[in-house]
């Protein structure tokens, strides 16, 4: 290469920095805290992998995951590759009228996310977490409990607790 094509090239990758600088420098707000984790988008659509609940809340949960999550679940693949992303959505849940001990889902309370990337976050299973409430980020408190609750009770199982329900 000559000396002319090398300076284009440098002056072009120096164009680019500049560029980007102002993107990345700029804290994201729809972020959770320590991981960077936002909501990802079409994740309504994706693919039912179980339910959850859990006593005492008034609350009904659906977990859901994108195609790289839905084929290691279908294929048995542990620990999950990079790339899967798993969402908790959780709704009130609402009494039926007249009908003793029956609900449906109501409101949204909050939606969780889970998002594989083994070297980001090596220090948390390979997980970045996020806890939204009305699309906003819960703080940083919230997000220390995290990973604790999944390392002390799913490890087996790639401290993901919920298994594929066909
Ligand atoms: C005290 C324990 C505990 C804590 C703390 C906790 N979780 Fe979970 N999490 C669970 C359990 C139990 C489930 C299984 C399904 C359910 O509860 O509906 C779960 C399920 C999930 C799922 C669906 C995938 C899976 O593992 O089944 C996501 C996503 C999730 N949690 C995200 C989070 C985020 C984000 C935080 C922190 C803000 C968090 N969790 C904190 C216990 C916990």
Redesign the pocket.
């Known amino acids: 290469m000559n000396e002319l094509a090398k300076m284009t090239i440098a002056a072009a990758v120096a164009a680019g920095a500049i560029l980007l600088l102002p993107l990345t420098g700029v804290a994201d707000e729809a972020a959770?805290p320590i991981f960077g984790?936002t909501i990802p988008q079409g994740y309504r659509d994706w693919t039912l992998?179980?339910?959850?609940?859990?006593d005492g809340l008034k609350e009904l949960?659906g977990?859901v995951g994108n195609t790289t999550a839905v084929n290691a679940y279908r294929d048995g693949q542990l620990p999950f590759p990079d790339g899967s992303v798993?969402?908790?959505l959780?709704w009130k849940h609402v009494p039926i009228d007249g009908l003793d001990g029956a609900f449906t889902s109501g409101t949204p309370t909050t939606v969780?996310?889970?998002v594989k990337d083994a070297a980001k976050y090596a220090s948390s299973g390979g997980w970045g977490?996020?806890?939204f409430v009305d699309g906003k980020p819960?703080d940083e408190a919230?997000?220390r409990?995290?990973?604790?609750?999944?390392d002390?009770?799913?490890k087996d199982?790639d401290?993901?607790?919920?298994h594929y329900s066909r």
């Not at 992998?49 to 859990?54: H, L, M, P, S």
């Not at 409990?145 to 999944?150: K, L, N, S, V, Y």
């Open positions: 959770s984790v992998i179980g339910v959850g609940r859990e949960r977990i798993l969402v908790k959780a969780q996310v889970m977490f996020g806890r819960a919230q997000h409990t995290c990973f604790a609750c999944h002390a009770h799913a199982h401290f993901v607790f919920t």
